[in-house]
Every structure is written in structure tokens, then in C-alpha cells.
């Protein structure tokens, strides 16, 4: 009964790989987003989709590509993954703007 | 200057202490105010959302919001080893973008 759900859990991979995240929500929402949290804790915005439209692109590189076939799913390919992608990964969902986000439990990206 | 500042800590408390977390802002158009937990591994869940200043109560959590002074504060009555975890405020202006603080690690010990 899992509300947010992501895959894998762990992603460990070389330098200049291509992998891909996947997200799926079965709580109705409009809203789906991805976050980065770094080793410091900071989680910070990448994407946001609202009804499998994109509304916020933050500052990420091109190699970052998010897809949304449908609302209660948000996937997130990283190509020419680098060092400095290594982090963990959250997929999130909110019902309408402004109401709280429910997050997944994370994919810890390691880049080797 | 980072726009939400949070302690990171850790903050080290015994059990049944009550414990005080806060966060500042710099951003006075923040309107929608929220605090997350985060075990270990684990995503952030909600905890408390608030909309403009005051105070909201839910059980042993009780978030305040001051505007005036830019200043958040989650307290946490009768703290227990259980709520050892990652603290996150949050805020937005509106619309679907999220500020989040650092995080304070709180740990209550038996």
C-alpha cells in the first residue's frame, strides 16, 4: 500500500553510464516532482509535472531527462552520469498547488 | 546567505525532555509554513503545515509561526528515543516551489 514508490533503491555505476529512476504514486495526486538531497541534507527541487506537464525546471543540466507517461508516474533519466550526480534521489507527489508533498523513500545514486 | 537557515545540530536530549527546533527565513513572501521528519533511509513525511502566522497543535507537536520576525519553531512535548530523526523545515511563497532548511539531527536518549 505503498503511497510514493521508487526504483531501485540503490543505483551504483560508473562514470558516464546512462540510468534511469522510476516513480510511481497511487494516491491520486496532480502533482509529481523529483528531488536531490546532497550529503549535507539539502533537498532541492529539480522537476515539477502537473497532470504530465512539465512546470518547473530548475537549474539542471541537459543530461537530466524527466518523463511523465501518465500522472501517477515520473521517471528520471541521467545520461553521462558524473561524479557529482551521486546523491539521493526523491520522487514526491502533492494532490494541488500549495498542499503538502508526499515523498518516496529515496534512491541513493553512487558514482564511481 | 541561504535563504531558509536551520541548526543542523546534533541535538542531544534525554527522553520526556521537550524539544525545541527552529528555522529562519530571509524570504518575507513565504506564506505556507511545514515541518518534515526523515528517519534514516527513509523519505521526508509531513509532520505540521501551517498558512501564515500562529500556532497549530497536533499531540505532542505543537509548530509556531512568526512572520514578523521571519522564525518558525517546531516543539516537541515529552520527547521520545522514537523521535529520534532528521528534522526539515520547509516554506513557499505558493505555488510548488519548496524552500527547505539543512535539517537538525535530533536524538533523545532513554
Known amino acids: 500500500d505503498t503511497a510514493v514508490s521508487q526504483t531501485p533503491k540503490y543505483l551504483v555505476t560508473q562514470m558516464g553510464n546512462d540510468k534511469s529512476i522510476k516513480c510511481e504514486q497511487n494516491?491520486?495526486?496532480?502533482?509529481m516532482y523529483w528531488y536531490k538531497q546532497d550529503s549535507k541534507k539539502f533537498l532541492k527541487i529539480m522537476f515539477s509535472?502537473?497532470?504530465?506537464?512539465?512546470?518547473i525546471n530548475e537549474t539542471v543540466p541537459n543530461r537530466f531527462s524527466p518523463k511523465s507517461p501518465d500522472k501517477a508516474h515520473l521517471n528520471l533519466h541521467i545520461n553521462s552520469l558524473e561524479l557529482g550526480d551521486s546523491a539521493v534521489y526523491f520522487c514526491?507527489?502533492?494532490?494541488?498547488?500549495?498542499?503538502?508533498?508526499?515523498f518516496g523513500n529515496g534512491t541513493r545514486l553512487t558514482v564511481t | 546567505q541561504k535563504e531558509v537557515e536551520q541548526d543542523p545540530g546534533p541535538l542531544s536530549v534525554p527522553e520526556g525532555a521537550i524539544v525545541s527546533l527552529n528555522c529562519t527565513y530571509s524570504?518575507?513572501?513565504?506564506?505556507?509554513f511545514m515541518w518534515y521528519r526523515q528517519y534514516s533511509r527513509k523519505g521526508p513525511e509531513l509532520l505540521m503545515y501551517?498558512?501564515?502566522?500562529g500556532n497549530k497543535e497536533d499531540g505532542r507537536f505543537t509548530a509556531q509561526v512568526d512572520k514578523s520576525s521571519k522564525y518558525i519553531s517546531l516543539f516537541i512535548r515529552d520527547s521520545q528515543p522514537s523521535d529520534s530523526a532528521t528534522y526539515l523545515c520547509?516554506?513557499?511563497?505558493?505555488?510548488?516551489?519548496?524552500?527547505f532548511g539543512g535539517g537538525t539531527r535530533l536524538m533523545v536518549k532513554p
Open positions: 514526491a507527489s502533492s494532490q494541488v498547488i500549495n498542499s503538502p508533498l508526499h
Open positions: 494516491l491520486g495526486h496532480d502533482t
Open positions: 509535472y502537473n497532470n504530465k506537464e512539465l512546470i
Open positions: 524570504n518575507s513572501a513565504f506564506q505556507y
Open positions: 501551517t498558512y501564515s502566522s
Open positions: 520547509a516554506m513557499s511563497a505558493g505555488g510548488n516551489m519548496l524552500t
